[in-house]
């Protein structure tokens, strides 16, 4: 069956120290994807990056980047150099591909929390 | 700008009451789905529809009901039979149809609160 772990419930950093958020999924496919969510104060989930299965490079986007491990079932997500804009719920997400309507899994989220 | 929409954003009800959540959609999206957030619990799905005029229950559809008749709108009813229904409800729609491989776009979501 089909998970996705995030075992970290809250975190609390100070500003500009780095954070990473763990994420570890079960899939019994081999052609999926993963997701990176962003939940602000606000409520809405904002997008943050999509994985498919077949891709293992890290990939960097300004202080984001993300490790992907198949051998782990991992996929790590590094905030470098943390900002107060930053404290938001951040949710992982699996989606298998063949799955019925593309509807995602999603972890329990882990709240993080930067201070000034 | 496009986006979702969802109303009303808080909610309250009295129990045995049912209540009709609305999400409506300007990006043309086929697929949308209804989903539920409890703390510490993630996000759960309830219902997600491909096309007009069908949909398919979720993890947890017991206790609500939903129709899309149009494509822009996928209502969402809590019924008297949801146990439990104080929570957060989110609304969201994708581009992609069936292969799981389309970025959900989200609505800012439905406090309900039950008294």
């Known amino acids: 069956a089909q998970k996705v772990t995030q075992a970290q419930t809250e975190i609390s950093v100070v500003e500009k120290e780095d954070v990473t958020l763990d994420c570890v999924y079960e899939?019994?496919?081999?052609?999926?994807?993963l997701f990176w969510y962003k939940q602000p104060p606000s409520g809405e989930l904002v997008f943050l990056i999509r994985?498919?299965?077949?891709?293992?490079q890290n990939e960097i986007s300004g202080r984001y980047s993300w490790n992907f491990q198949k051998s782990t079932s991992s996929f790590n997500f590094t905030i470098t150099a943390s900002q107060v804009v930053d404290s938001a719920v951040y949710f992982c997400?699996?989606?298998?591909?063949?799955?019925?309507?593309?509807?995602?899994?999603f972890g329990q989220g882990t709240e993080l929390s930067v201070k000034p | 700008d496009g986006g979702i929409t969802q109303s009303p954003k808080y909610l309250f009800r009295k129990e045995g009451q049912n209540v009709t959540l609305s999400c409506e959609q300007n990006?043309?999206?086929?697929?949308m789905y209804w989903y539920r957030q409890d703390p510490g619990q993630g996000l759960r799905l309830i219902y997600y529809?491909?096309?007009?005029?069908?949909?398919q229950k979720g993890d947890i559809a017991e206790g609500y009901s939903v129709s899309r008749e149009k494509k822009e709108s996928f209502p969402l009813t809590v019924t008297s039979a949801q146990k439990n229904p104080t929570a957060f409800y989110l609304c969201?729609?994708?581009?992609?149809?069936?292969?799981?491989?389309?970025?959900?776009?989200f609505g800012e979501g439905s406090r309900l609160t039950v008294l």
């Open positions: 997400a699996l989606s298998e591909v063949y799955n019925q309507g593309g509807k995602l899994i």
């Open positions: 990006l043309n999206h086929d697929a």
């Open positions: 994985r498919n299965s077949f891709d293992e």
């Open positions: 899939t019994r496919d081999t052609t999926y994807y």
């Open positions: 969201a729609s994708s581009a992609s149809q069936g292969l799981g491989t389309g970025e959900l776009f």
């Open positions: 529809s491909q096309i007009v005029n069908d949909f």
